[in-house]
């Protein structure tokens, strides 16, 4: 297990590299729109499902009262939304290092192998 994070770099660079015919121009273009859409979608409160990959939702949280637990003084916590990840079963085995050799080009890219 390594301790590198992937940034966009990473997935400029994999775009590049899988698209033959791409220049790093367009590679560049592709991961901001990709991502600027999904950042839109959420905004808007629609849930983000990348098959084999995940789904993101927001959801709207309540206020509440909070406790300090080092001081046990109460704070009053505002209403918020806050994003969810539910990982799909096969992003699962891919962390998990049960996956079979047939992977799709998206697991591997959201495993970092690629």
């Keep these: ?3 590198k994070t992937l940034t966009r770099a990473d997935l ?8 033959p015919n791409l ?3 367009e590679a560049k273009d592709i991961v901001e729109a ?11 409160g629609e849930s983000v499902k990348l098959r084999g990959f995940g789904t993101f939702t927001v959801r709207s949280k309540r206020p509440r009262v909070g406790r300090n637990p080092k001081t046990g003084r109460e ?3 505002t209403a918020r939304r806050v994003m969810t990840f539910k990982p799909s079963p ?8 049960e996956v079979v050799q047939h992977e799709e080009p998206s ?3 959201a495993a970092g192998r690629v």
């Design 1 to 3: 297990m390594t301790n």
């Design 12 to 19: 400029m660079h994999a775009v590049y590299v899988n698209g």
């Design 23 to 25: 220049s790093r121009s």
């Design 34 to 44: 990709t991502i600027e859409e999904i950042c839109r979608a959420l905004e808007t």
């Design 75 to 77: 704070h009053p916590i």
């Design 90 to 97: 096969r992003l699962i085995e891919v962390v998990n290092g």
């Design 107 to 109: 697991v591997l890219l």
